[in-house]
């Protein structure tokens, strides 16, 4: 609750300057109320405009939204495109020779591929993918490092039309496994390894485990990247070299027009029960999103170099490196490896040395930045910064005035992006030539977006009231369903009592002046250094392992991940006596979770009782186990607990 209420006391608010309003693409409050009205007076209307303005089209649609399925809503459906081609093609007669990206490894070494660079080899790639037999709606992982490699992947599906499913290099083989599965994957794309902070990490290896616990028939192909050159187990009945498939190519590939509704990709999230959500994204309107986004928020200008810090394994790194500034034509930085690799001035040296003007991150790096040298920004020229931004969890009002004093010189207004993987933009977010910001605030629903308060029967909230956060109308960006499972998909994010909004999962309050606060998941999500995760999952890969009976899951407040993950296990047999004992358990179960999930998810503690606490219907009381966890005093009835011993043996940490 501390943060909550700090953030709820937090008064500065921070104006845009005169000369950042006069360049800015949506220039002052009124611009800002002048695109809100629009979209009021025709919904359709609004969103068709832009699309037509935004999009190129092969074939135009005639139809805007169709809402005659809700909520299953379709947008341009009878328009056909490519996405590829709106990213790549567009700009060969503008500005071939603009650099698209620039691409730092990990040990410092830059590469810089042009518009024109960048067209040829997506081509070839895309012409490698159907000499390898994939075609239009084929499912393919990325299982790829951060390389220009993982975006010529991406965009190669886009442009014949195959549906691709990004799993973030984090991730165990039993993580891939169930993804591949559930989307009946054709191809995995992979590297022999990633090098991240120094370090070579194997991944084609993990592929090879993962393919070995069988059950992925489908896949007929798996894609080498050789990026670290270290020795790779070979199966040539399925391998492939990368640059094997691609050399011969020819770097012509015509796109496969698609309709705006084909699925343009599947990204697997958690949510609350212990199986990731394929999240299916449209062609057309998710596009659109991000263009506008990129405009709007980002308020894009040719002369930008634009760096959006995340890992296209994450839906961010999806709309904010892989399609969105490709589509406006950016200049844009991607970096391989860690913020803190050689030292945690990596970030800033490289906003120097590439000139970068937009800079986009998440809260968790920025308080890690801090605490590892909140000085080091002064030891830079990062004069060419003009604008900053946030994803991926509330920032703490402190950690936004450093963002903004030491970082922006005070000079760059912060644009706090609220959105998720469903939403495939920004929903919440300044402009930042019009809308004032506050630290901790995401302001404003961008123009044409409506949000809403709301208690748990739908109804609105008054302001200064915590409720949950809802999407009032349907958008262009938003997911059309989770992939295979349309029905998860209803209950989940439109439930009856919600009267057609779309439920985000998140609580949140609103101010005097209308300001949407985040206050946190209101669902069994966690987000720990910004990546999100299901403590469903973590629970279910814990009871998985011999030892464990029961577990429970929660999220701590932490400084730096913003959350940590402390594990309640009940064991098999009894709870081991000897400290030691204990310890080599929790240090076993804490590898254990790595390799079903990934080092991502490993429980920062592990506490072990007897039993877990839970109510008369057996429902583990969560909230209390997060009083516990916190080591806060317990203030919940627990006169229906059978057994308030347990209490105590919960509270026990081991050290
Ligand atoms: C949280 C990331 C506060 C929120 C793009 C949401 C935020 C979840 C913000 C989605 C923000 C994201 N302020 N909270 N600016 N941005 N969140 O799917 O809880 O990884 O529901 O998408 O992150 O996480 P996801």
Aim: hydrophobic content about 40%; aromatic content about 10%; overall charge negative.
């Amino acid at each position: 609750m501390s943060n909550i209420e700090s953030v709820l006391n937090e008064i500065r608010v921070f104006s845009p300057s005169p000369e950042f309003t006069r360049q800015a693409n949506v220039s002052g409050m009124a611009g800002y109320e002048a695109l809100r009205k629009a979209a009021e007076q025709d919904y359709p209307g609004f969103w068709a405009k832009l699309a037509r303005e935004t999009l190129l089209w092969k074939k135009p649609f005639t139809r805007s939204l169709d809402q005659s399925n809700a909520p299953f809503f379709k947008w341009f459906e009878d328009g056909e495109l490519n996405v590829s081609y709106n990213c790549l093609d567009k700009h060969l007669a503008t500005q071939p020779e603009k650099i698209a990206i620039i691409f730092e490894a990990d040990d410092g070494k830059v590469s810089k591929v042009s518009y024109r660079e960048l067209h040829g080899r997506v081509s070839q790639f895309a012409n490698g993918l159907k000499s390898r037999g994939i075609r239009k709606g084929d499912r393919v992982i990325i299982y790829l490092p951060m390389s220009v490699e993982a975006v010529v992947a991406m965009q190669a599906c886009a442009r014949i039309g195959a549906i691709h499913s990004v799993v973030f290099g984090g991730f165990s083989a039993k993580s891939l496994h169930e993804r591949i599965i559930d989307a009946q994957a054709c191809a995995v794309i992979t590297a022999d390894a990633q090098m991240r902070g120094g370090k070579l990490m194997p991944l084609k290896s993990i592929v090879d485990d993962t393919l070995a616990m069988g059950g992925c028939e489908s896949v007929h192909s798996v894609i080498v990247y050789r990026r670290a050159g270290c020795d790779v187990n070979w199966n040539d009945a399925l391998d492939i070299w990368y640059h094997d498939l691609f050399n011969s190519q020819p770097t012509h590939c015509e796109p496969e027009w698609v309709s705006a509704e084909h699925p343009l990709f599947i990204l697997y999230t958690s949510g609350s029960t212990g199986k990731p959500k394929g999240v299916q994204h449209s062609s057309g309107g998710y596009l659109l999103g991000t263009m506008l986004t990129m405009q709007w928020v980002f308020d894009y200008k040719p002369s930008d170099v634009f760096w959006c810090t995340a890992d296209v394994g994450w839906v961010t790194g999806h709309s904010y490196v892989a399609y969105g500034p490709l589509a406006v034509g950016a200049t844009q930085v991607m970096y391989e490896g860690i913020p803190t690799y050689p030292d945690a001035g990596r970030f800033w040296k490289m906003i120097q040395d590439h000139k970068v003007t937009t800079f986009y991150t998440a809260p968790t790096a920025i308080r890690s930045l801090i605490k590892l040298g909140s000085d080091l920004p002064g030891q830079y020229d990062l004069s060419s910064l003009r604008l900053l931004g946030t994803v991926g969890e509330p920032i703490n009002p402190e950690a936004w005035m450093w963002y903004y004093n030491t970082v922006g010189q005070a000079r760059c207004p912060i644009v706090d992006t609220w959105w998720q993987t469903e939403t495939g933009c920004h929903m919440i977010a300044p402009l930042p030539g019009a809308v004032p910001t506050k630290p901790g605030s995401c302001t404003l629903p961008i123009p044409g977006i409506q949000v809403a308060v709301v208690d748990e029967t739908g109804e609105e909230v008054g302001k200064k009231h915590g409720g949950s956060l809802v999407i009032t109308k349907p958008f262009p960006s938003q997911i059309r369903t989770i992939w295979g499972d349309p029905d998860r998909f209803r209950k989940n994010y439109f439930p009856e009592e919600m009267r057609g909004y779309y439920l985000a999962g998140d609580s949140a309050h609103r101010d005097e002046d209308g300001y949407i606060w985040i206050m946190g998941r209101n669902d069994d999500v966690l987000k720990v250094s910004g990546h999100r995760l299901g403590t469903m999952e973590i629970e279910s890969a814990l009871v998985a392992n011999p030892l464990v009976a029961e577990a429970a899951v929660v999220g701590r407040p932490h400084e730096i991940k913003g959350e940590s993950i402390v594990a309640f296990v009940v064991l098999r047999g009894a709870r081991p006596a000897d400290p030691a004992k204990a310890r080599q358990i929790v240090e076993s179960l804490r590898d254990w979770v790595s390799k079903e999930i990934g080092p991502i998810a490993k429980p920062e503690e592990i506490r072990f009782g007897d039993n877990l606490p839970k109510t008369r219907s057996g429902k583990i009381m969560r909230r209390l186990l997060r009083t516990i966890a916190n080591g806060e005093e317990i203030t919940q009835d627990v006169s229906t607990l059978e057994n308030p011993t347990i209490l105590e043996q919960l509270k026990e940490a081991i050290l």
